[in-house]
């Protein structure tokens, strides 16, 4: 049994690099081994992006999974995961398996980023028949979250709802993680839903905001409906946010993030450009 990662605390805020796993970075073995040479560097995570295509100029798109089953295999303290996953086009009872073994595999270190993904950068949910609609796809995700939740914890799974059936079902082993994998939700700050989705979890990351105060008045949300969910606030909660290398990173952490996630243009990310960066080591 592996307890949860703490929060960084007055080691400050972790560094992660955020892979766009695309044309250089498209091989599981060439992100593995960039993986151990981040934790050999200090580096606290790795995490990769879940698409099944994307716009052009991109061409070569690797499978995350696969990619992060490599990245646990090369490593011993490196947390990773994908970051983030539109887990409503997988069924959660084969996703429920996936992530047990890939937490086992790894020791306890994946995390789970979720969102409901969108449609417009690539057109990969219409382009393959997947559901297209916002609001039908955070119910779903909605859904699978109580069924993942339900399975991690090695009990009998029966649920009956209006889009995913699992009957009588133990999902063993577990995940070493206790309770469970820790969940990550994306979403915009401001939007209702996905904030509310991500206080019942154990994080949040925030998409497309512009200030360190924006980040705050998101935290201070979160904070508040953690409250009126009766979650105690003095347990472990993540903040990721995304920014490029080079950025003061002290007000992000001042106004509430754990985790720094290290951007860059996926239409334009190249290998040399990642070493550099982890070369350059985290904050």
Same mark, same amino acid.
């Not at 007055?10 to 040479?37: M, Y």
């Not at 994306?186 to 105060?213: C, T």
């Not at 952490?253 to 080591?281: C, H, I, K, N």
């Given at each position: %049994?592996?307890?949860?990662?703490?929060?960084?605390?007055?080691?400050?805020?972790?560094?992660?690099?955020?892979?766009?796993?695309?044309?250089?970075?498209?091989? !599981?073995? $060439?992100? =593995?081994?960039?993986?151990?040479?981040?934790?050999?560097?200090?580096?606290?995570?790795?995490?990769?992006?879940?698409?099944?295509?994307?716009?052009?100029?991109?061409?070569? $798109?690797?499978?995350?999974?696969?990619?992060?089953?490599?990245?646990?295999?090369?490593?011993?303290?490196?947390?990773?995961?994908? %970051?983030?996953?539109?887990?409503?086009?997988?069924? !959660?009872?084969?996703?429920?398996?996936?992530?047990?073994?890939?937490?086992?595999?790894?020791?306890?270190?994946?995390?789970?980023?979720?969102?409901?993904?969108?449609?417009?950068?690539?057109?990969?949910?219409?382009?393959?028949?997947?559901?297209?609609?916002?609001?039908?796809?955070?119910? %779903? #995700?909605?859904?699978?979250?109580?069924?993942?939740?339900?399975?991690?914890?090695?009990?009998?799974?029966?649920?009956?709802? !209006?889009?995913?059936?699992?009957?009588?079902?133990?999902?063993?082993?577990?995940?070493?993680?206790?309770?469970?994998?820790?969940?990550?939700?994306?979403?915009?700050?401001?939007?209702?839903?996905?904030?509310?989705?991500?206080?019942?979890?154990?994080?949040?990351?925030?998409?497309?905001?512009?200030?360190?105060?924006? #980040?705050?008045? =998101?935290?201070? $949300?979160?904070?508040?409906?953690?409250?009126?969910?009766?979650?105690?606030?003095?347990?472990?909660?993540?903040?990721?946010?995304?920014?490029?290398?080079?950025?003061?990173?002290?007000?992000?952490?001042?106004?509430?993030?754990?985790?720094? %996630?290290?951007?860059?243009?996926? =239409?334009?990310?190249?290998?040399?450009?990642?070493?550099?960066?982890?070369?350059?080591?985290?904050?």
């Amino acid at each position: %049994m592996v307890h949860r990662p703490q929060d960084p605390g007055s080691a400050g805020i972790r560094s992660a690099l955020w892979l766009p796993i695309f044309d250089d970075l498209a091989d !599981p073995l $060439v992100v =593995a081994r960039l993986a151990a040479d981040a934790e050999e560097a200090g580096w606290h995570g790795l995490f990769v992006w879940d698409h099944l295509l994307w716009r052009k100029p991109v061409e070569a $798109v690797a499978d995350p999974w696969i990619t992060l089953a490599a990245v646990a295999s090369a490593t011993e303290r490196l947390r990773f995961g994908p %970051m983030i996953s539109p887990i409503v086009r997988r069924r !959660p009872a084969k996703l429920a398996r996936e992530t047990a073994t890939l937490d086992c595999l790894g020791a306890g270190r994946l995390t789970l980023g979720v969102g409901i993904g969108s449609d417009r950068f690539a057109g990969e949910f219409s382009k393959t028949g997947e559901q297209s609609d916002d609001r039908v796809r955070g119910r %779903m #995700l909605d859904e699978s979250l109580q069924v993942l939740s339900a399975a991690w914890s090695g009990e009998v799974v029966n649920h009956h709802g !209006p889009h995913y059936t699992v009957e009588g079902m133990r999902f063993l082993p577990r995940p070493l993680q206790r309770p469970g994998i820790p969940v990550w939700v994306a979403g915009f700050p401001g939007n209702a839903a996905p904030m509310r989705r991500a206080a019942r979890h154990d994080g949040f990351f925030p998409v497309n905001f512009e200030h360190p105060d924006e #980040l705050a008045e =998101a935290v201070s $949300v979160i904070d508040t409906l953690r409250s009126a969910a009766g979650r105690d606030l003095s347990n472990p909660y993540d903040v990721a946010v995304g920014l490029p290398a080079g950025v003061d990173l002290d007000p992000f952490a001042a106004a509430g993030a754990t985790w720094w %996630m290290t951007e860059f243009d996926p =239409a334009a990310v190249s290998l040399d450009e990642v070493r550099g960066v982890l070369r350059d080591g985290p904050a």
